[in-house]
């Protein structure tokens, strides 16, 4: 898996302080993370809250920690950088998220339903909780998602995630 | 479909989820009667809808992404009907909205009018449906704390309608973008005077320990009628000392120095970075650092990507490039490390002309006149005086007695000793500055060498500067330290003739008195020359460092200068000033006495003091005058026997 291992060669550059190295990470991993955020930012907001900023912001938050994390796959770096952006969408909005009106994915399945979701998607293993994300959230073909599981195939990544799925709707059932 | 058929119906929905094809739950049957079951079909129409709604949104970004993935037509479109909600706003509080004057990401800026005080003032109001109260209330307080004329200042915040806002001085004036855009790029002379307002602002604000963080042509507003500058904008502004893993890396891209991409936390030199490329974009309407996204920006700063002023501006005077330079060096250790010390930078660019000399009056001239030669009469009585004395010890001649020199000989003798070693260090310096003449010459009529010259400079400087090596104190001190270790080498390897001041002829042994013959004199020449060169080097070792020093705003203390004036002094008064006399004015009258060759030292009444070389210790003898035989020739008293120009057979 050589992309995968240059991701996490880039983390170790990273934690060496090249420059470069967090170029390409950023490159890498910000246009997945616009993408994944809009769903996420209800739509009032998003006259003024450019996606791009915050997905740009939340990156150079996690920036100083990444000096210290260590990837054992390239899943935990988007992991962290998605719960990055999820915090700093919490922090932008008003205290009381019913008075910036649903985000599309409340709009869609309701606020208790996206409720479920997190929840499940939370108890779930870091394995299958980053195929969920992969496929469901950040739509990756079952290639990316094998890079970003450390699959060996696309076959591989598929199965991963139909087995995932099938365990995320036990645990919100 | 039956029961049975459930659990594979539920196989093939999460294989068509998985896959991203849509499904039609209607079509897809009735739901489970098994309640487990029907709860898990449930859960799955929530994963589809909101793998849907993600689909739907990347399709509106990035459709090509979503066909490559999932293939086309796998999804419904997903359309967006709500529409940003707008708020008219014609008061707030008791001000009366003018003029929008601009907008950014969580505020309103507005010309409004204060009903009660009835005077314009900036209202800046807080976005509604985006509520960061903290960050709002951040920037009022920052404000708040500064109080500067180069600095917008607050006047009040509060809440009205649930919007919070705070109001400022109204400045009616562009800002300096909208200078640069409509008047085109500013001259060196008027960038150094915004530089230095901007200076001055921006070393209030990190006097009350805030960085600004966002310091950019855009923030920074030309008054229309008094011509003064002002810094506004303090939503990215934040306490030196705020807690490190709360501090956000925000600012403007193009702005941003580069150590602020890679994670670092913001600090006096990024702000000092930002200021240098307005100071930049005002002069060239462009920037050191381009890039048309922050990813080709983080390349270009990765990759060291970036325009010279110089380059761009030949035309600028090299100081005023030099300072901009340092100012957005890419390693923060080499920039300026205060608002101030950039300040006195740029002072030095565009220096106002100096004033013209005053009319001196002839009394003060005469005053000047007369303290200048003084002291120099002062400085070589004293030489003459210590020359002459370690002549009287190494001849153990009495002061008062025998030697009865007194203001007038020291004089005479002090100007002796000085004289020769100065002009030939001058005759030796001449070449050096006739060459460095040259060069300045050089560079100005060839500018791309002057610029070259000047990088030279500037990388010189960040080299001194990243190994704290600018501090004039320490490279004195250093300089100093060197001198005495040279000085005191030349005087080991000269050790017989350095010390020729320690030889009291009187006793000495006639091997130590033929190390004072005159064939011996060339090689005190060349000891002498030796010693000459080497005061050349440490006098232009201090100037080079005085001047790195100066041009770093590093001065000196008062005591490092005594440590570096006391380093040459000793040394010119142990080598040269203490034996002269001995080796270079030893020609006395010849008298005999007897068979011996003698010569007279000093006369008191009838008594004679003489030397007599070739006599056996004590060689220092006195006799009664009309004993002694006066030669009628004067001679050096180390002149061998042989070589002597009155032989005395008889001498012992």
């Avoid at chain 1, 919490?90 to 479920?116: W, Y």
């Avoid at chain 2, 920037?287 to 600028?316: F, S, W």
Wanted: overall charge negative.
């Amino acid at each position: 898996m050589p992309e995968m291992e240059s991701t996490i060669d880039l983390l170790a550059r990273v934690r060496q302080g090249d420059s470069g190295a967090v170029s390409e990470l950023m490159e890498r991993s910000v246009p997945p993370l616009r993408r994944w955020a809009r769903g996420r930012i209800p739509a009032s907001a998003r006259d003024f809250a450019d996606t791009h900023d915050i997905v740009q912001e939340a990156f150079f938050h996690v920036l100083p920690t990444l000096t210290t994390m260590e990837a054992r796959h390239p899943g935990t770096l988007q992991a962290v950088l998605r719960q990055a952006v999820a915090s700093h969408i919490d922090n932008m909005l008003q205290p009381d998220p019913a008075s910036d009106g649903p985000s599309p994915l409340e709009r869609t399945v309701g606020r208790e339903g996206l409720a479920r979701y997190d929840a499940a998607l939370q108890r779930l293993s870091s394995a299958d909780r980053e195929a969920i994300v992969a496929r469901v959230e950040l739509q990756q073909s079952y290639e990316e998602v094998a890079i970003a599981l450390g699959e060996p195939d696309a076959d591989a990544a598929r199965a991963a995630v139909r087995g995932a799925l099938a365990r995320l709707i036990q645990v919100m059932s | 479909m039956t029961q049975d058929d459930d659990p594979g119906r539920l196989a093939d929905l999460i294989d068509s989820v998985a896959d991203g094809r849509s499904v039609d739950w209607d079509a897809a049957g009735a739901p489970p009667t098994d309640a487990r079951l029907r709860r898990l079909f449930e859960a799955l129409q929530i994963v589809e809808r909101i793998s849907e709604v993600h689909r739907s949104e990347i399709a509106e970004t990035d459709p090509g992404r979503v066909a490559a993935v999932a293939g086309p037509g796998a999804f419904p479109a997903f359309t967006d009907s709500s529409t940003p909600t707008d708020w008219p706003l014609a008061q707030w509080g008791h001000f009366e909205l003018l003029q929008k004057l601009g907008e950014g990401a969580f505020g309103e800026v507005y010309h409004a009018r204060d009903t009660w005080l009835e005077h314009s003032v900036a209202l800046k109001l807080l976005k509604p449906p985006l509520v960061d109260r903290k960050r709002f209330l951040h920037e009022a307080r920052t404000l708040a704390r500064i109080r500067h004329p180069n600095v917008v200042a607050i006047h009040g915040a509060d809440e009205h309608g649930g919007r919070l806002g705070f109001w400022m001085d109204f400045i009616d004036g562009p800002t300096l973008a909208e200078v640069v855009e409509g008047e085109g790029v500013r001259s060196a002379s008027e960038a150094v005077v915004i530089g230095q307002d901007l200076c001055r602002a921006m070393a209030a604000v990190h006097a009350t320990g805030i960085v600004h963080r966002d310091i950019k042509a855009q923030n920074v507003i030309r008054h229309s009628d008094t011509g003064r500058v002002i810094l506004m904008d303090f939503g990215a502004g934040e306490p030196m000392n705020a807690d490190l893993t709360l501090r956000r890396p925000t600012g403007t891209p193009l702005y941003m120095a580069p150590e602020l991409f890679d994670g670092s936390i913001a600090t006096r030199e990024s702000d000092i970075y930002a200021l240098g490329v307005l100071l930049y974009y005002l002069v060239t309407r462009g920037y050191p650092v381009h890039g048309e996204t922050i990813e080709e920006l983080l390349r270009a700063h990765a990759g060291g990507k970036r325009g010279h002023l110089g380059d761009v501006r030949p035309d600028l005077p090299d100081e005023f490039v030099r300072v901009v330079e340092t100012m957005i060096a890419a390693d923060p250790t080499n920039r300026f490390h205060s608002a101030t010390e950039v300040r006195k930078a740029l002072e030095q660019v565009v220096a106002p002309a100096p004033p013209p000399p005053k009319p001196v009056s002839w009394a003060h001239r005469a005053y000047l006149a007369a303290v200048t030669i003084t002291t120099t009469a002062l400085a070589l009585i004293i030489i003459g005086f210590i020359s002459t004395w370690v002549f009287d010890v190494t001849f153990a001649r009495e002061r008062g007695t025998f030697d009865a020199s007194g203001l007038v000989d020291w004089l005479y003798v002090g100007r002796l000793v000085v004289l020769a070693p100065v002009v030939r260090i001058l005759i030796l310096a001449f070449p050096l500055i006739l060459a460095v003449t040259a060069g300045r010459v050089f560079c100005k009529l060839v500018p791309a060498v002057g610029r070259r010259a000047s990088r030279f400079g500037v990388v010189c400087q960040d080299f001194l500067k990243s190994r704290d090596l600018s501090d004039a104190n320490l490279m004195l001190s250093v300089v100093a330290g060197l001198g005495a270790l040279a000085f005191g080498a030349l005087a080991l390897y000269h050790w017989s003739d350095a010390t020729i001041f320690a030889v009291f002829v009187d006793t000495a042994s006639p091997e130590r008195l033929a190390a004072l013959q005159p064939a011996n004199e060339p090689r005190y020449d060349l000891f002498q020359r030796r010693f000459e060169y080497l005061m050349l080097a440490y006098v232009v070792a201090v100037y080079i460092v005085y001047s790195s020093g100066r041009r770093s705003d590093s001065r000196a203390r008062g005591a490092t200068w005594a440590y570096v004036i006391a380093v040459p002094t000793v040394a010119f008064l142990c080598m040269r000033a203490a034996p002269w006399m001995v080796v270079y004015g030893n020609e006395l009258p010849r008298i005999d006495f007897e068979a011996s060759r003698c010569y007279a030292l000093g006369q008191r009444r009838d008594e004679t003091l003489v030397f007599c070389p070739d006599n056996t210790p004590p060689r220092v003898q006195r006799h009664k005058t009309n004993e002694l035989e006066d030669r009628g020739f004067r001679e050096n008293v180390f002149t061998p026997r042989d070589q002597a120009r009155v032989f005395a057979p008889t001498s012992p």
